[in-house]
């Protein structure tokens, strides 16, 4: 038998609130699988499961705050059996927090809300909504009123809640201004504790590069002739992949640093800044970035933030970012000075691409072509000056050849 802990989904994340199981007792998982919905301060996020086996035990209930690292859930490993007597567990739970018995999987589904949830009765005045779809709401900020139910007698389900999430920026439904303004304070406290930690610990180095963008603006025109608006390629994906070509280079640029030492990651895994509507800021990270063709990776990127500002984020995407690549270009800014997400060792960071005078260097000619300032923010105790120099110069001329990205 082994143990699902709420993992920590993130540098900033001490707790988090679950929202929802995902699973039930008897059901058989998945490594990579959705088992459960959590809370955190800045997004609700699907939080999946490392390893194979069954369902046996869920060991807190929805709507309960926990510590990173509490136990949620026991399973069954493949091919072993269920143990007669279950005992009961404490480890990982706050004082005075509900804890579950084992309890047949069908009662247990029922007692929980995993199974058809029951329905609250009619009140005047008041919608009818189940208990999963009250506690998701709360959490998504939702005024139950303004959705209309789908269930039986008008019944406010779980998944009338989910599209009012998904489809709410066209329907406009209101967020109550207590829930926002609570949220964004919370938002505020973990990102300022995570930037504090930042600063304090880690000996930052700033670097620019201002690169000429010519040849990847006239690229991007000549590829995106011919395709559909939602399939054309933006000058950000191009970005993430020159970063993570560049990467390969530099390892000392990727990856984290823990226990006073540095692990250098597999792969690329680019934490892409990204602000949410209502303030505030995640980096959820694209997998695998110096793999994939520039067409998938637009895509993924595309669904990202999609999905990021939808509240509809993996485990996998909050916990594992190698390096972050924030564009702050839309904004206006010339250049960013990125302050590094602990436990990452780095930060690349663009600013606005406009028109800028630029000397040729092969003839030496002053012309006016399109140009980025790229940064590097990286922690000292992993590398030096001279090697981000080296990486930005890298950066700068896979830029020149983005066919070959």
């Known amino acids: 038998m082994f143990e699902f802990k709420l993992p920590s989904l993130g540098a900033d994340m001490d707790e988090g609130k679950l929202l929802e199981w995902r699973v039930k007792p008897g059901d058989k998982v998945k490594k990579g699988q959705v088992v459960a919905v959590v809370d955190t301060s800045k997004a609700a996020v699907d939080v999946e499961i490392w390893q194979d086996g069954t369902v ?12 990173v690292g509490s136990v949620m859930a026991t399973l069954l490993e493949e091919g072993e059996s269920a143990p007669t007597r279950k005992p009961l567990t404490a480890r990982g739970a706050r004082k005075g927090e509900a804890r579950r018995r084992a309890t047949p999987p069908a009662a247990v589904a ?10 609250e009765p009619a009140l005047a005045g008041r919608a009818r909504v189940s208990p999963a779809a009250r506690k998701r709401a709360d959490a998504l900020g939702i005024d139950i009123v303004r959705v209309a139910g789908s269930g039986p007698g008008g019944v406010v389900t779980l998944a009338d809640i ?11 439904v209101a967020v109550p201004a207590e829930v926002m303004a609570a949220r964004q304070a919370e ?12 600063k304090r610990e880690i000996p930052h180095y700033y670097l620019f590069e201002t690169i000429p963008l010519a040849r990847a603006s006239e690229w991007l025109t000549a590829t995106n002739a011919d395709r559909p608006i939602t399939e054309r390629i933006l000058m950000a994906a191009l970005f993430l992949k020159a970063v993570a070509i560049a990467l390969k280079g530099f390892p000392e640029l990727n990856g984290f640093y823990r226990n006073e030492r540095f692990e250098p ?11 949410l509507r209502g303030g505030g800021l995640v980096a959820p990270a694209l997998h695998d970035v110096g793999s994939k063709p520039l067409p998938v990776l637009m895509r993924e990127l595309s669904d990202l933030v999609r999905r990021t500002r939808a509240g509809s984020l993996r485990s ?5 970012p190698t390096i972050t690549v924030t564009n702050l270009g839309e904004q ?5 000075l990125g302050v590094i997400y602990p436990p990452q060792v780095a930060l ?16 030496g000619i002053l012309q006016v072509v399109p140009t980025v300032t790229a940064s590097l923010a990286a922690d000292h105790r992993v590398s030096d000056g001279h090697r981000g120099a080296l990486f930005l110069g890298a950066l700068r001329e896979l830029l020149q050849h983005p066919r070959d990205l």
């Not at 046996?56 to 510590?67: H, K, N, Q, S, V």
């Not at 690349?348 to 040729?360: K, L």
């Open 56 to 67: 046996f035990e869920l060991l807190i209930e929805p709507g309960t705050r926990l510590p």
């Open 110 to 119: 029922a007692e929980v809300g995993v199974a058809p949830p029951a329905v």
């Open 162 to 172: 989910e599209h009012a999430a998904a489809t709410r920026t066209v329907t406009a």
């Open 187 to 198: 938002m505020r406290r973990t990102i300022a504790a995570a930037m504090s930690r930042s």
């Open 265 to 275: 990651a597999d792969a690329v895994h680019a934490g892409v800044a990204i602000s």
């Open 316 to 320: 996998s995407e909050m916990s594992d």
């Open 332 to 336: 206006g800014v010339e250049a960013v």
């Open 348 to 363: 690349v960071g663009f600013g606005r691409v406009a028109p800028r005078p630029v000397v040729d260097e092969a003839d």
